[in-house]
């Protein structure tokens, strides 16, 4: 049963799974139809239906790539379901945005049969035309009423063009720098900007000899927040606890999920950006340099058993998509790679034998890389025999895990993680949590009774850039229910996960009474804590890529949730100690300890989410969860401790948050 599964997933003669296939199988795009003509201005929607036809009687998948000129295809949505009636397979309907510039795109869709390999692909040509006209700039809406467009003449070759926005007398914030291509004009989405009110804009032009001109300035007001958003979607509240001292990273950006927006606020909890998507909760993983985001989001996905969690998604500050994946696609190219343990869910034969083990969804992580290339983490879930982590009674024991994923430039898969093959599943998790389908954090469907064991419940995914750094160019991920950090070689692509162990360089975290993955590091307890170490940590991320902090050590920044602290003894502390702790270690690799230089309590008790980074004025920011969020800056004291000089709070609970200048300037990895 296994090898036809492998083989079905490659997309092998369709003979092998069709016991009457014709014998020339043939796809046929029938139809490739814009919802609007051609041209029409930068910034348009421009909605794509396709429809095909399929003499295979399976279902068929639709990619989509656009090319800008003479440029390369770059895929915008990668192969997914789309909806069958008739005979007549409809991809979903493709929307598409561009202001990279004025100019001819071609739109490329791929029909493919993956049970027979069988394709087709079908282009059209569309005309984008410039805003700008008679060299004025020029800025206008966007269907989100507090993001403009910023739209200026074109620049000479060898020199980068920025737009400035402020209001009043306030401080410009700048967009990031980006390269001129004469003749075509330059756009960029103005985000940050608080509601109904009116702000001045103008670009700057650098040369290569980094002399910056500044042209004309525009004025442009914004829209109000809507009172209702589609969907059920709604805005939180927000509280300010403590006034800020410090307004030099007024930016405040909260991943808020479910049916609460994420949002960006300025440091008094004013709304100055938002996403909805009317048809998913979204969870935004990571701001990108640029002016993108990265989020995982609900949606149909092909081979699969549910529909939650199962997009990544990269939007801009318009909301438009980017670039997108799916679990089916990702599934598929996984095994094709080798990896047995990521076939899509939808192809385990029910009832699940001890052994089957497929990929669930996209959970908690999603990062973009220096190189362009993006990491996430995803859902595994295997069935082990029976006794598997102590379990009594024969019957076989379901274990959810995950898997770190790498996508190159062009979003396919290149490089993973399996825990399952490099972690000691007898390692169990301290608390023993379980997860049941359909609840937070967990996949909506399981193989055994709706339940299965959370194993490590990863939940951050951090690269270390920089090159100073003994971890350079690896992955640091957070096990949130094993209380451990681990080092992954990934090598910057090169690194070997081959089993077993191969990929795991350290561990990090309390001591155990088991010599199975114990810490490889010694903490030294400069404040004499009765309990120094992080437990169900969140948000565990180098400060600057990994470079030297303070002229000292790497500096890693932990949400400490503190859940085994918690605990009552002989396990932890008990629930006198039920608080949570801002926290953050310099890494000695070399001497193999870690000694705190920030160690707060932070006034709260939150079980689950949070956020953690150092600041530009090198203060820490620290983000609380549940039940509701508390964004909170710290400025270091005495000792290990720190004094609150920042504290807002919001009505909802946020997964991860940021304190930063602006969203042009996420924090590094």
């Given at each position: 049963?296994?090898?036809?599964?492998?083989?079905?997933?490659?997309?092998?003669?369709?003979a092998l799974a069709?016991?009457?296939a014709?014998?020339?199988?043939?796809?046929?795009?029938?139809?490739?139809t814009s919802?609007?003509?051609s041209?029409?201005?930068?910034?348009t929607?421009v909605?794509?239906?396709?429809?095909?036809t399929?003499?295979?009687?399976n279902?068929?998948?639709?990619q989509f790539?656009?090319?800008a000129g003479?440029?390369?295809?770059?895929l915008?949505?990668?192969?997914?379901?789309g909806?069958?009636?008739g005979?007549?397979h409809?991809?979903?309907?493709?929307?598409?945005?561009?202001?990279?510039?004025e100019?001819?795109?071609s739109i490329?869709?791929?029909a493919?049969?993956?049970?027979?390999?069988?394709?087709?692909?079908?282009?059209?040509?569309f005309?984008?035309t410039?805003?700008?006209?008679?060299g004025?700039p020029?800025?206008g809406?966007?269907?989100?009423?507090?993001?403009?467009?910023?739209?200026?003449?074109?620049?000479?070759a060898?020199?980068s063009?920025?737009?400035a926005?402020?209001?009043g007398?306030?401080?410009?914030?700048y967009?990031g720098?980006?390269a001129c291509n004469?003749p075509?004009?330059?756009n960029?989405y103005?985000a940050g900007m608080?509601?109904?009110?009116?702000y001045?804009?103008?670009s700057?032009t650098?040369t290569?000899a980094?002399?910056i001109?500044?042209g004309?300035?525009?004025?442009f007001?914004?829209?109000?927040?809507?009172?209702?958003?589609?969907?059920?979607?709604?805005f939180p509240?927000?509280?300010v606890?403590t006034p800020?001292?410090?307004?030099s990273?007024p930016?405040?950006?909260?991943?808020f999920t479910k049916?609460?927006?994420?949002?960006?606020?300025?440091?008094?909890?004013?709304i100055?950006?938002?996403y909805?998507?009317?048809?998913?909760?979204?969870?935004?993983?990571r701001?990108?340099?640029g002016g993108?985001?990265?989020?995982?989001?609900n949606?149909?996905?092909w081979d699969?058993?549910?529909t939650?969690?199962?997009?990544?998604?990269?939007?801009?500050?318009?909301?438009?998509?980017i670039?997108?994946?799916?679990?089916?696609?990702?599934?598929n190219?996984l095994?094709?790679?080798g990896?047995t343990?990521a076939v899509?869910c939808?192809?385990i034969?029910?009832?699940?034998q001890v052994?089957?083990a497929?990929?669930?969804d996209?959970?908690h992580d999603?990062?973009?890389l220096?190189?362009g290339?993006?990491a996430f983490?995803?859902?595994?879930?295997?069935?082990?025999?029976?006794?598997?982590q102590?379990h009594?009674?024969?019957?076989p024991v379901?274990v959810?895990?995950?898997?770190?994923?790498?996508?190159?430039?062009n979003?396919q898969?290149?490089w993973?993680?399996d825990?399952?093959e490099?972690?000691n599943i007898?390692r169990?998790?301290?608390?023993?949590?379980t997860?049941?389908a359909?609840?937070?954090?967990c996949?909506g469907?399981?193989f055994?009774a709706?339940?299965a064991?959370?194993?490590?419940?990863?939940?951050?995914?951090d690269?270390?850039?920089?090159?100073?750094?003994?971890?350079s160019?690896d992955f640091i991920?957070?096990?949130?229910d094993?209380d451990?950090?681990?080092?992954?070689?990934?090598?910057?692509?090169?690194?070997s996960?081959?089993?077993?162990?191969?990929?795991?360089?350290w561990y990090?975290?309390?001591?155990?009474?088991?010599t199975?993955s114990?810490?490889?590091f010694?903490y030294?307890?400069?404040?004499?804590?009765?309990?120094p170490?992080?437990?169900?940590?969140?948000?565990a991320t180098?400060a600057?890529g990994g470079a030297?902090?303070f002229?000292?050590?790497?500096?890693?920044?932990i949400?400490?949730?503190?859940n085994?602290?918690?605990?009552?003894?002989?396990?932890?502390?008990?629930?006198?100690?039920?608080?949570?702790?801002?926290?953050?270690?310099e890494?000695?690799?070399t001497?193999l300890t870690?000694?705190?230089?920030?160690?707060?309590?932070?006034?709260?008790?939150?079980?689950?989410?949070?956020?953690?980074?150092?600041?530009?004025?090198?203060?820490?920011?620290?983000?609380s969860?549940?039940?509701d969020?508390?964004?909170?800056?710290?400025?270091p004291t005495?000792?290990?401790?720190?004094t609150?000089?920042?504290?807002?709070g919001?009505?909802?609970?946020s997964?991860?948050?940021?304190?930063?200048l602006?969203?042009y300037?996420?924090?590094?990895?």
């Amino acid at each position: 049963m296994k090898q036809i599964k492998i083989l079905y997933a490659a997309g092998l003669l369709a003979a092998l799974a069709v016991p009457h296939a014709p014998l020339y199988a043939t796809v046929t795009i029938t139809s490739m139809t814009s919802s609007v003509a051609s041209p029409q201005p930068l910034g348009t929607q421009v909605k794509w239906t396709v429809k095909a036809t399929d003499t295979n009687p399976n279902a068929l998948t639709f990619q989509f790539n656009v090319a800008a000129g003479s440029n390369p295809y770059q895929l915008a949505r990668d192969f997914n379901i789309g909806t069958t009636s008739g005979g007549t397979h409809t991809a979903q309907p493709f929307n598409w945005v561009s202001i990279q510039g004025e100019g001819v795109y071609s739109i490329q869709v791929i029909a493919k049969d993956f049970v027979s390999g069988e394709t087709a692909t079908k282009t059209a040509s569309f005309t984008l035309t410039s805003l700008v006209t008679g060299g004025v700039p020029v800025v206008g809406t966007t269907p989100n009423p507090i993001v403009a467009l910023f739209s200026r003449p074109s620049c000479a070759a060898g020199s980068s063009s920025r737009a400035a926005f402020y209001t009043g007398s306030a401080t410009p914030t700048y967009t990031g720098w980006v390269a001129c291509n004469p003749p075509v004009s330059v756009n960029t989405y103005i985000a940050g900007m608080l509601p109904s009110t009116t702000y001045s804009m103008y670009s700057q032009t650098k040369t290569s000899a980094g002399r910056i001109t500044s042209g004309s300035t525009l004025t442009f007001t914004t829209g109000p927040l809507p009172t209702t958003l589609p969907g059920n979607n709604f805005f939180p509240f927000f509280t300010v606890n403590t006034p800020a001292t410090d307004t030099s990273n007024p930016m405040l950006l909260w991943s808020f999920t479910k049916i609460v927006v994420p949002v960006a606020t300025n440091l008094n909890g004013q709304i100055n950006w938002y996403y909805s998507n009317p048809n998913s909760a979204t969870l935004l993983t990571r701001p990108v340099p640029g002016g993108t985001m990265l989020t995982i989001q609900n949606g149909e996905s092909w081979d699969s058993t549910n529909t939650i969690q199962q997009l990544l998604r990269e939007i801009d500050f318009a909301g438009n998509i980017i670039h997108e994946t799916n679990t089916g696609s990702v599934s598929n190219q996984l095994v094709a790679l080798g990896a047995t343990d990521a076939v899509p869910c939808g192809q385990i034969t029910q009832p699940a034998q001890v052994g089957d083990a497929c990929l669930n969804d996209f959970h908690h992580d999603a990062i973009r890389l220096p190189n362009g290339y993006t990491a996430f983490l995803a859902h595994v879930e295997k069935l082990y025999p029976p006794g598997t982590q102590g379990h009594a009674g024969t019957s076989p024991v379901d274990v959810l895990s995950e898997m770190a994923i790498v996508l190159n430039g062009n979003w396919q898969v290149v490089w993973y993680y399996d825990a399952f093959e490099q972690l000691n599943i007898n390692r169990t998790a301290p608390l023993g949590e379980t997860c049941t389908a359909g609840t937070s954090d967990c996949p909506g469907n399981l193989f055994l009774a709706g339940t299965a064991n959370d194993w490590t419940h990863a939940n951050t995914l951090d690269y270390v850039a920089s090159t100073t750094n003994p971890d350079s160019g690896d992955f640091i991920i957070s096990m949130r229910d094993q209380d451990q950090l681990i080092k992954v070689n990934y090598d910057n692509g090169a690194g070997s996960c081959a089993p077993p162990n191969a990929c795991i360089k350290w561990y990090m975290g309390p001591p155990d009474d088991t010599t199975i993955s114990p810490s490889s590091f010694t903490y030294v307890n400069v404040s004499n804590d009765s309990w120094p170490w992080f437990s169900h940590q969140h948000d565990a991320t180098y400060a600057n890529g990994g470079a030297n902090v303070f002229g000292n050590l790497p500096l890693l920044t932990i949400f400490d949730n503190g859940n085994t602290r918690c605990s009552p003894p002989p396990l932890g502390l008990g629930p006198n100690n039920c608080y949570s702790r801002g926290i953050a270690l310099e890494v000695d690799e070399t001497a193999l300890t870690v000694k705190p230089t920030i160690l707060q309590p932070l006034g709260v008790y939150t079980t689950a989410l949070g956020g953690a980074e150092i600041l530009s004025n090198n203060n820490y920011y620290f983000q609380s969860g549940v039940p509701d969020s508390e964004a909170i800056e710290l400025e270091p004291t005495t000792g290990v401790l720190g004094t609150q000089i920042m504290n807002v709070g919001a009505s909802s609970y946020s997964y991860r948050g940021w304190q930063m200048l602006s969203l042009y300037s996420p924090p590094e990895l």
